[in-house]
Nanobody, 122 residues
Framework: HVQLVESGGGSVQAGGSLRLSCEFSGYTYSGNCMAWFRQAPGKEREGVAT????????SYADSVKDRFTISQDNAKSTVYLQMDSLKPEDTAMYYC????????????????WGQGTQVTVS
């Protein structure tokens, strides 16, 4: 079955950078949508960025556009989230998610999730 393992979280000062990684295993990597979500204490989960593994098409939440970059290494079945110009409001648990690309689009809901990695910006 699909497994997702995140890494790369940590603590950083405002204005700094972090890179998160999400390794996909257990199924064919290509043909999926891979997404990063985040959830801060007391807040709803928020979609941050999405990439279609088939052609690398990406999308971003307005709150992170021009600061975060989602990318992939197909050979390693790994998705990355490069986070620059970090702000205190980016503090959250970050989760990687995956689900098949169906009917020409990425899904609204994801069935496969990683365990999460904490990002703290002070």
């Amino acid at each position: 079955h699909v497994q997702l393992v995140e890494s790369g979280g940590g603590s950083v000062q405002a204005g700094g950078s972090l890179r998160l990684s999400c390794e996909f295993s257990g199924y064919t990597y290509s043909g999926n949508c891979m997404a990063w979500f985040r959830q801060a204490p007391g807040k709803e989960r928020e979609g941050v960025a999405t990439i279609y593994t088939g052609d690398g098409t990406t999308s971003y939440a307005d709150s992170v556009k021009d600061r975060f970059t989602i990318s992939q290494d197909n050979a390693k079945s790994t998705v990355y989230l490069q986070m620059d110009s970090l702000k205190p409001e980016d503090t959250a648990m970050y989760y990687c998610a995956a689900d098949p690309f169906v009917a020409g689009r990425c899904p609204d809901e994801y069935n496969y999730w990683g365990q999460g990695t904490q990002v703290t910006v002070s």
